[in-house]
């Protein structure tokens, strides 16, 4: 049996500090976007490695940690996936979309055309470990693992914004080809490409807003 150890917690905050310190962070998050307008400016790969380790902080089933990140930064990988994500893309805008769906992507001004996945100095490609091999070769499950993937790329996405980066979560269906252009292995599934870097100079962002706070909470008081 595991040991446990005591929690390190801080003493509670007064209401009023409490309060200001949510709404700082909350106005800190209400300003992430998701880009497509990319710089080519670097991003030191240990400042991914801590916003990578960040989003494995997250909690998982079990503790089973079913989460793989990919990060590529080789232009040639980069190049690579961006041609085989266009190759899915251009099947799914000439065919596999409902119109409605066509109509709801309108005012994003999206195409098959994805030149973000070479321009960002980053392309993060989240596995989800659909199970595990043990020390005597059996295959042993992971528990919810979509649900414990979704929470670590929360975590991803918040740690990039944090950092003063821009990520875009791409999701180009199917997305096998990932799996190949990567080799990884069969009990990994990819989840999300997500580009990551800097905000391109001229880059802009669809005028959108945000649902209120009575469309989103219920309260039960």
Known sequence: MN???RYS?????????????CRRFYELMDKR??????????????????????????????H?????FCAVSNPETKQKIRLAAEEE???????????????????????WHKPFLETAPWLVVVFRRVYEFGEDGKKHNNYYV??????????????????GLVALTHTPSPMDFLTKALNRPANEKPFLLI????PAPDATVPNLTRKPSEEVIVWYE
């Open 33 to 62: 976007r998701s880009l497509r307008f990319f710089s080519e400016h670097p991003v030191p790969k240990a400042v991914i490695e801590h916003i990578l380790m960040t989003a494995s902080t997250a909690p998982s089933g079990a």
């Open 89 to 111: 893309e251009y099947r799914s805008y000439h065919g596999r979309m409902s119109e409605e769906w066509l109509r709801d992507l309108t005012p994003f001004g999206t195409d």
């Open 195 to 198: 580009p990551v870097g800097y």
């Open 9 to 21: 917690s801080t003493p509670p905050a007064q209401p009023d500090e409490l309060l200001q310190s």
């Open 146 to 163: 979509n649900e414990s993937v979704g929470i670590a790329c929360g975590f991803l996405l918040t740690a990039i914004h944090q950092a």
């Open 64 to 68: 089973k940690q079913p989460w793989t």
């Open 3 to 5: 040991s446990h150890d």
